[in-house]
């Protein structure tokens, strides 16, 4: 490996400036060189080559006439340089010079060593003592090529003393005389030049530049009393004391700047100060905060502590994922475009909501209502004449609170309908409280007018009661008489829902990711949970990762109201998407989202604070409240287990049941969930002691079975009244209902036959029990009811029959329901009643 050979270097040994070496690599690389820097084999070729070049001389006749008087020789520093002697005198007086070739560059013959003055002049060379000159290493002269000089006879010379000689100047007269230079002589004019010879000499030159006299070797030290060894009596250790002022003088030169939150422990505050805990705890106690190591502080305290150990001091901004991946920044006018209105339908029960919504949507749902009764929300979207509304259909039941408070929170303009005839009521009152709260414009629709005790004058008074005047008294309140039965005033009522809505202004930006608010939910066994959402703001997409409360998941399915399928839906519009992992609580707001990962862990936060919050929620025991606790040791505790058909009846349905407990016996529902009754809820009731409420559902075989078997009570119900009633009166010890259902037997659907004139035949199994002509009919589908009806026909064959046996197939005809599928179940029972 070739040692390294500084510009410096090269300059010295040329006897140049280095100046000149510098510019003779900047002119041929374009690189500009310092004086330190290490030249390689190329730039070494480089700029022997041009200084060879330079210094050459046409004539070299002076040059050997001045050598023959200085002859001296130097001794070669290489084994492979051999001395000749001087060629016979048979060789031709004068000789052309001409370029050696690369092979014999190396083996130029050398000039023999200057004789003394008492040699003999015919002595040859070889027997002389050559006279040895001491010559700096290093050295180079580059001359050209020394041919052999024309034979001259050999003369006595003068004996000359020995002269201290320079090295010889580059630029010299080419006529002036030349001394002869130290060092060997080397051709570099040549084509090819062999540095391999070369390299070696310049290792060497190099290894004896490095001066490794003074190089410090470092040695292990083995004994202690060696460590301490060379080093002063009076050093020392530093101190603790020491050191920390020491960090405090450093801190106070060049204070660090650090962030904290609006809480911070005091070890996260001494790590970030770089200090100790102990020195945090220190400063905190000499600012009268006693604080542990694991103890938070608030922001301001932390900030004084951070500013006794001369930090600054910035206030840590803390991004939540919420912020991260839900986009709750302002639209710009710009881009906002008018959207539909969302109207809800309120008021007391049976007052005419429904049937109001029917005559405006031309349809017919309070047929399918049990009893009548809404009792989830419905939301639809009516197009009138070249406007599209949105609707929502509160039930007004006292049980169904949450869901009416729902419905105003999501909705521009409430519709209050009152019943001519009966007037405000408590319902009432309590929508008109919702609507208030909601600061939503309010339309009154005074119902039933067709009826013969209408009397709109009395509800308008009452509205007074509740700061609603009617526009027809100088206030802001319209109030149109209608009637859902003979459509007289919904012309008008359409067009006070337009005109408030224009006034309004109702704009949203649908170039956004969807926003909006669940509005009801349910579990299906063929498609999982199912959420019917209202979109607020944006647009909801087919595939949009969507966070709904504690459920998260990718919308995979998208209906309309009509039951379409869409692939998009915008502002104001009600959609029902599959695809969530869970069944949302109604009321959840919903936002779209492109990072799943970060909202799956959004929605397991939330899932943790919900528990949590739970666990808070139960009352701890303490001495204030022991004898509290003592005495509920001795109330009675009902425990119920509901299930329903969606999750807006759950809640219902809990509430209702809670709100009955009394000093005497406490109501605890342990459990709520959607769907059928399940194996799970049967063994969880059997375990806790408890009862099962279903609400618009069915036990599946296999519950149903083990219920009879450890006894569990499961109490079905269609109307919530029902539910309510009978289980105040159980409290009471009242409970002597004097009808009960007797079920018969059950019937699998295989079939459905269209029959012109005949109408649905449902080709039926009998699975359990029997089925007989008299026998009510409940159709199930996945473990929900769908409706209760009566047979209208039953037959084996062609020939009608009584009843039919478990085992059997038959024709089952019913008198109202006709969208039966294959796989529904038939329930066949009787209302019989009985005496205590």
């Not at 170039?511 to 209202?534: S, W, Y």
Request: with cysteine.
């Amino acid at each position: 490996m070739m040692m390294k050979y500084r510009v410096h270097e090269v300059a010295k040994d040329l006897n140049i400036p280095n100046k000149d070496v510098i510019d003779t690599l900047e002119k041929y690389t374009g690189e500009t060189k310092k004086h330190m820097t290490a030249l390689d084999e190329n730039e070494l070729d480089l700029v022997f080559e041009t200084f060879t070049q330079k210094n050459s001389s046409e004539n070299l006749d002076v040059y050997f006439a001045q050598a023959n008087r200085n002859e001296t020789v130097v001794e070669p520093e290489k084994p492979d340089v051999i001395i000749q002697p001087e060629q016979p005198a048979a060789r031709p007086a004068v000789q052309q010079v001409s370029a050696p070739r690369p092979a014999q560059a190396a083996q130029q013959p050398q000039r023999a060593p200057a004789q003394p003055s008492h040699a003999a002049p015919g002595v040859p060379a070889a027997d002389q003592k050559p006279v040895r000159k001491a010559v700096k290493p290093g050295k180079i002269t580059p001359v050209g090529p020394k041919p052999t000089p024309p034979k001259a006879p050999a003369a006595p010379r003068p004996q000359q003393q020995p002269v201290q000689r320079r090295p010889l100047p580059v630029n010299t007269d080419p006529n002036a005389a030349i001394k002869r230079t130290e060092g060997r002589i080397v051709d570099t004019r040549t084509s090819h030049v062999e540095l391999d010879k070369y390299n070696e000499k310049y290792d060497r030159l190099a290894s004896e530049k490095i001066n490794t006299a003074n190089t410090v070797q470092k040695q292990k030290l083995t004994q202690r009393s060696t460590q301490y060894r060379g080093k002063p009596r009076n050093s020392r250790k530093e101190t603790e004391s020491e050191r920390l002022r020491r960090i405090a003088l450093e801190r106070k030169a060049k204070p660090i700047t650090i962030q904290i939150p609006e809480e911070i422990t005091v070890g996260e505050l001494a790590l970030r100060l770089k200090a100790t805990a102990a020195e945090v705890i220190k400063k905190l106690m000499v600012l009268g905060v006693f604080a542990a190591v694991n103890d938070t502080i608030d922001f301001d305290t932390a900030t004084l502590v951070a500013m006794e150990f001369h930090a600054k001091v910035e206030k840590e901004v803390v991004v939540t994922i919420e912020e991260q991946i839900i986009d709750d920044s302002e639209d710009k006018d710009d881009n906002l475009v008018p959207r539909a209105p969302v109207v809800v339908v309120m008021g007391h029960v049976d007052h005419g909501k429904t049937s109001l919504l029917d005559a405006i949507r031309h349809a017919n749902v309070t047929a399918s209502e049990a009893g009548g009764i809404t009792q989830h929300i419905g939301a639809y979207q009516v197009r009138l004449e070249d406007r599209e509304v949105t609707f929502l259909d509160t039930p007004g039941h006292a049980a169904f609170t949450t869901m009416r408070a729902r419905g105003a929170q999501v909705t521009d303009i409430a519709i209050l309908v009152v019943a001519a005839d009966d007037g405000i009521m408590p319902q009432t009152i309590e929508a008109i409280h919702h609507a208030k709260a909601a600061n939503v414009s309010i339309i009154v629709a005074i119902n039933k007018m067709d009826k013969p005790g209408a009397n709109p004058q009395h509800v308008m008074e009452q509205l007074t009661e509740y700061e609603l005047v009617p526009e027809e008294w100088g206030g802001d309140t319209p109030c149109i008489p209608v009637s859902a039965v003979t459509k007289a005033g919904i012309k008008d009522l359409l067009e006070m829902i337009i005109l408030t809505a224009d006034i309004k202004e109702l704009k949203a930006n649908p170039d956004r990711a969807a926003k909006g608010t669940v509005i009801e939910a349910r579990l299906d066994k063929g498609r999982g949970p199912i959420a019917t959402m209202l979109v607020q703001n944006g647009t909801l997409r087919t595939g949009d990762i969507i966070v709904a409360g504690t459920t998260v998941g990718r919308v995979r399915a998208m209906t309309n109201a009509d039951g379409q399928k869409i692939e998009q839906a915008g502002p104001s519009v009600p959609v029902e998407i599959t695809g969530l992992d869970d069944v949302p609580t109604g009321g959840d707001i919903f936002n779209a989202v492109s990072d799943e990962r970060l909202a799956r862990e959004l929605v397991e936060q939330r899932r943790t604070e919900m528990k949590e919050e739970r666990f808070n929620s139960r009352t701890k025991v303490t001495l204030d409240n022991l004898f509290d606790q003592m005495k509920q040791g001795d109330m009675k505790e009902l425990q119920i287990i509901v299930k329903a058909d969606v999750q807006g009846s759950v809640e219902a349905v809990r509430q209702s049941l809670e709100k009955l407990s009394d000093e005497e016996v406490r109501v605890n529902v342990i459990h709520g969930g959607v769907g059928a009754i399940s194996e799970s809820d049967v063994m969880l009731a059997s375990a806790s002691n408890a009862i099962i409420v279903g609400f618009n559902v069915r036990p599946d075989p296999v519950a149903e079975e083990n219920a009879k078997r450890d006894g569990v009570d499961m109490r079905l119900y269609r109307i919530i009244y029902d539910c309510i009633g009978e289980i105040e009166s159980a409290m009471k010890g009242m409970l002597a209902p004097k009808f009960r259902e007797v079920a018969l037997g059950k019937a699998e659907c295989r079939e459905v036959y269209k029959i012109t004139n005949v109408g649905t035949i449902v080709g039926s199994h009998v699975t359990t029990g029997k089925i007989t002509r008299a026998a009510q009919i409940r159709v199930v589908r996945d473990g929900i009811v769908i409706t209760e009806d009566k047979i209208a026909s039953l037959r084996r064959f062609k020939d009608d029959v009584k009843e039919v046996a478990e085992g059997y197939d038959c024709g089952i005809g019913l008198e109202r329901f006709s969208d039966i599928k294959e796989g529904d179940i038939l329930e066949a029972f009787v209302m019989e009643e009985y005496r205590e």
